[in-house]
């Protein structure tokens, strides 16, 4: 398996709940990232880490607040969502050659199917 | 026009028949190149890395065409698990500062 995990697998909640979605990787990787994924579009880059640090943030509304405590781990807190918001997130890592900033080949988690009712 | 093209299919391909599809590219400056499955409710994979020269991995090639700006992916001898989608993924920039540009995905459903 790929090493990258996350839950919950399923998620259902309404607009005014706060939850978080948790993401780890067993894979010894130094950059991190979150991906929404909607139907018959493509995969949007929503925040990456390297390092533990932020380094992009692609535009993403301030009711996704992400958070990485280490290389390992990642989360996305989640407060007051919009039904649009609804999708598959999922959560990858990989090994960022500082030096020329090269990421290499992503690892996926299963992702976490959310609904917003 | 988008970034990173791709006919969203399905194809659908009797098992043993050879298939291939394209993803288009917007940026000439685009400097890799990827193909990853994705498996019904699953998470993508890398199937392949694209290179230059093009590329081969069993069943599977990969070929650039920059003057055009696409990249290409058949499968030969096709097999009922190659049922997927197929996603293409174009690599921007250099350095520290570069992104990652995901297609849609290509839908391939192979027939017994």
């Known amino acids: 398996e790929t090493g990258v995990t996350q839950t919950p697998r399923h998620l259902v909640m309404g607009m005014t709940n706060k939850k978080s979605l948790k993401c780890e990787q067993h894979?010894?990787?130094?950059?991190m990232y979150w991906y929404k994924q909607s139907a018959k579009k493509p995969l949007e880059l929503m925040f990456v880490y390297n390092f533990k640090e932020q380094t992009e943030n692609n535009s993403v509304p301030s009711r996704f607040s992400p958070e990485c405590p280490n290389s390992s781990h990642l989360f996305l807190h989640l407060h007051t969502l919009q039904p649009e918001d609804s999708a598959l997130y999922l959560c990858?890592?990989?090994?960022?050659?500082?030096?020329?900033?090269?990421?290499?080949?992503?690892?996926f988690g299963p992702g976490t199917r959310l609904l917003v009712l | 026009r988008k970034e990173v093209e791709q006919d969203p299919g399905p194809f659908n391909v009797p098992e043993g028949a050879t298939v291939a599809f394209n993803c288009t590219y917007s940026?000439?400056?685009?400097?890799?190149f990827f193909w990853y499955r994705q498996d019904c409710r699953k998470e993508p994979k890398l199937l392949m890395s694209?290179?230059?020269?093009?590329n081969e991995d069993g069943r599977f090639t990969a070929q650039l065409n920059r003057a055009s700006q696409y990249i290409s992916l058949l499968i030969r001898d096709s097999k009922l698990s190659d049922s997927a989608t197929y996603l293409c993924v174009v690599r921007l920039g250099r350095g520290s500062n570069y992104q990652l540009i995901w297609g849609a995905g290509t839908k391939l459903i192979i027939k017994p």
């Open positions: 940026n000439s400056a685009s400097q890799s």
């Open positions: 894979l010894g990787h130094n950059a």
């Open positions: 990858a890592s990989s090994q960022d050659r500082t030096s020329g900033g090269y990421r290499e080949t992503q690892y």
């Open positions: 694209v290179y230059s020269s093009g």
